[in-house]
């Protein structure tokens, strides 16, 4: 597989040739064929490709080759929605049946309470992982949110984060409502063309005549193209955004800043972008959720992130306002995600002279360790923890239902093991998941009663 490196902008700088040399030594090891990086720091910008857009046709990535950015998309809902609020349009904290009268859940209680703001940070407590293509028609997003009002209800209403992409769907549904027009012509009006973000869309057809990264998948040893490209309209609200990485960076430095554009002429308020950005629930590990947005401390300053998957892509995009820096991570890989993370902190360490605080693991007395052993469910996963010899184990199984609810999984992921680095709180040790983090969530009596592992939480059996 091929892991040339294509320098498109400022080659020369050394911080960025190492980062770009983690980066190619990372996608030979994770079998990922192509990967767009972009840099901001110090009012510079450093832009590289890395191996092939598709092992298809070999064309090599550059700074402006589309790739998926899947549910990064999430932020620039969030951003919409605080600018409808903003234009009187919209309220964050009302329940979303003033816009959605006929706005149905399993819950019926939950239904009738639930806010924007729940939806924005992923508290609606529903099961958030169903897909589905209800093809490329206007009504696609009307027809999934339907849908939604099928799915069970996995944690209490507003009591803890679990990443819900079905809460966006109806997030999206709700900003069409409230606009008159639909989620992606909203999007192009209110934040593509004032960023002038040329370079970034929704559909196939506007990819198809530029150059664009294809996913890939990992299996049974050997890398192949992952079909279908696109994820379908009905998603887009969660994660339709394709773009290049220098168009992202446009996007990346606006976040920076206070909410004016270049030339200053305003955007969004500044108490608008400090919303956007204001932890307000815990997520996972150190992470907390903003509006969309995932806020975690480094040192005295903070990152505000989100990452993103879909079929065969991942992608990260990183920002530490206070330093005035970004990255931009994007992998045709479904194991690009632990490719990334290496980068991440390559480019950490380059230019900020920063590293994530390494985390110190306990050794927990084989009773202790028994209160967190067993089964644990959603309905498209199910995740199993147990002893092995002298190690505690996590093995996922896939029960299927991406892209479609019909797919199945074509093999199961490799088993990983756990080390536990507080009370309750576990990270991955084995690769392709090395370094994500988890941890164990206990009912009002203390007992382990709930899963969250890969940002989603699971029910014990």
Known sequence: MKTKVQITSNGSDPAFKRVCATAASQMKKMCVPGMALGIFHKG?????GLGVTSIETELPVDADTLFQIGSITKTFLAQAAVMLAEKGKLDLDAPIRRYLPE????????????????LLTHTGGWFGDYFNDFGSGDDALK????EVGRLPQITPFGK??????????????????????AFEKLIHELIFAPLAMDNSFFSADDAISRRFAVGHKFVKGKVKVARPWAIGRAAHPAGGVVCSARDLMKYARFHMGDGRLTGGKRLISRKGMKALHTPLFHATGDKSVALSWFVAPLGKASVISHSGGTNGQQTQLNIVPQEKYASIIFTNGNRGSAAAMYVYR????????????????????????????????????EIKIFRKKNSVIAQLVDKGGFPTPKDKPEQQPSPSR????????????DLPYKGSTGEFIRDEKGKVSYLRLFSRVHVRK
């Not at 510079?44 to 590289?48: G, L, N, P, Q």
């Not at 706005?103 to 729940?118: E, G, I, N, Y």
């Not at 990443?163 to 069409?176: D, K």
């Open 44 to 48: 510079r910008e450093y832009y590289s």
């Open 103 to 118: 706005f149905k859940l399993k819950d019926s209680s939950t239904a009738v309470k639930v806010t924007m703001r729940h």
């Open 143 to 146: 027809r999934m949110v339907e």
């Open 160 to 181: 803890i984060w679990s990443y819900n992409n079905s809460g966006f769907y109806v997030a999206g549904r709700v900003l069409e409502k409230v606009a008159g027009k």
């Open 346 to 381: 390559s480019a950490l360490k380059e230019f900020l002279a920063r590293s994530p605080e390494k985390k110190q693991y306990l050794t927990l007395p084989p009773k202790e360790v028994s209160c967190y052993l067993g089964q644990y469910v959603l309905p498209d996963t």
């Open 418 to 429: 756990i080390a536990f680095y507080g009370q309750d709180k576990i990270e991955m040790q």
